[in-house]
């Protein structure tokens, strides 16, 4: 199960937190119809209010991440991880988890 830094934790919670007041809210992560650049699977993010109905639901010291069906799939043994830049910017990072 994808898992996530204290880092990735803290931000996710923050953007979430700012965009919506809903209660549930999460940050959903989903597939895209244009293929990454090894062929495997392009991921998008975006704060939602309530996971989709056949998302899964992925939750980490109360910070929520709703994975749709292919995005479960590739993240499933992952480590996500964030940053924030000088400017404010948001950027993920995927990597494998360390057994």
Do not use: W, Y
């Not at 244009?34 to 392009?42: C, F, I, Q, S, Y």
């Not at 975006?46 to 989709?52: I, K, M, Q, S, Y």
């Not at 069906?69 to 499933?76: F, N, P, Y």
């Amino acid at each position: 199960m994808l898992t996530l830094t204290d880092n990735a934790t803290a931000i996710v919670s923050t953007l979430v937190s700012r965009q919506t007041e809903a209660p549930d809210a999460g940050l959903r992560i989903h597939s895209t119809a244009t293929p990454g650049a090894e062929g495997g699977a392009r991921l998008a993010v975006l704060v939602t209010a309530d996971p989709e109905p056949q998302d899964q639901v992925v939750e980490v010291s109360g910070t929520r991440l709703f994975l749709d069906e292919e995005a479960a799939s590739a993240l499933d043994d992952k480590v996500l991880d964030a940053g924030v830049d000088d400017e404010g910017a948001v950027s993920f990072a995927v990597m494998p988890q360390v057994a």
